[in-house]
């Protein structure tokens, strides 16, 4: 793909890519510089960005120019800006967001597009965030395999995901059935869509089934040939396309602090 404003360096073959040449904080973008970036999204699935000091309303902005920014299902805004959710933990931390493999939200009728995250403060060592590919997960499967998972849905629950971490009898959260295989709308690839986080049950099968097959597929997303491994620095920005990807926190800095914002881009009902 050919690009006229942005540096784009590719950081594994699959997945990842560094995005150079480019001020997030300035008031207007450009469409040209929005287009090259929505560009690299759909080629890298997953873009980085150095010394973006974004504050909240510079990154809203950016979310909105990809798309209505959604309102996390599961988790409260921060004060006066509901649509930034903080990513924080320090000494005081008994979890931190992200620790399973997952992709945002896969609950919600309509999971989110893509999430961008900002980090201002970031721990001396550790705290990596790990992306897997379900395109190099998905070509990865045999043919076999693949033609025996396209016709299933599989149940994406929230419930058990915030109710351990906010107990509270009277709160409930989405929960929706998806394709286990998704395509793509833009690119029209084909991606694996189930994750450790939130998918319960593959909905054709009968339980003890789903769970060998659903247990497989968590552990084939986490082969490091699907993956790339982002080491952050403060105002670094992450910005990944949740239709096609996974991830993970590594929490592996406790007590240090790491802490920052992300907001969410909302996006449509999977289909095959
Ligand atoms: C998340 O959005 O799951 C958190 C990712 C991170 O903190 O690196």
Excluded at 1 to 30: C, H, N, Q, S
Excluded at 51 to 65: F, M, T, V
Excluded at 83 to 102: L, P, Q
């Amino acid at each position: 793909m050919g690009y006229e404003v942005l540096d784009v360096r590719p950081m594994t073959k699959r997945i990842g890519a560094e995005i150079f040449g480019v001020d997030l904080t300035a008031p207007t973008l450009g469409n040209q510089l929005l287009s090259e970036m929505h560009d690299a999204l759909m080629e890298h699935q997953v873009i980085f960005f150095r010394d973006q000091p974004l504050d909240h309303e510079s990154h809203k902005r950016l979310g909105r120019a990809f798309g209505a920014l959604a309102i996390h299902s599961g988790v409260a805004g921060i004060a006066d800006h509901p649509e930034i959710v903080a990513i924080h933990a320090d000494e005081n931390s008994k979890f931190v967001a992200g620790e399973d493999w997952h992709s945002d939200l896969s609950c919600n009728e309509e999971p989110p597009m893509g999430s961008i995250l900002h980090l201002h403060t970031v721990p001396e060592d550790g705290g990596d965030t790990l992306f897997s590919s379900m395109y190099a997960a998905y070509d990865a499967l045999s043919p076999t395999m693949k033609a025996f998972l396209e016709p299933l849905t599989a149940v994406h629950d929230g419930n058990h995901v915030y109710q351990a971490l906010f107990p509270d009898p009277t709160k409930s959260y989405p929960c929706n059935s998806h394709p286990v295989i998704r395509r793509h709308p833009v690119t029209k690839r084909k991606a694996l869509f189930v994750n450790g986080s939130y998918t319960t049950r593959i909905n054709e099968l009968s339980k003890d089934e789903s769970d060998a097959v659903l247990g497989f597929l968590f552990e084939h997303v986490k082969n490091p040939n699907f993956q790339v491994r982002f080491r952050w620095r403060k105002d670094s920005v992450a910005f990944w396309d949740n239709r096609c990807t996974q991830h993970f926190a590594v929490w592996d800095y406790f007590p240090e602090v790491r802490s920052g914002f992300r907001v969410t881009v909302a996006g449509d009902k999977p289909f095959r």
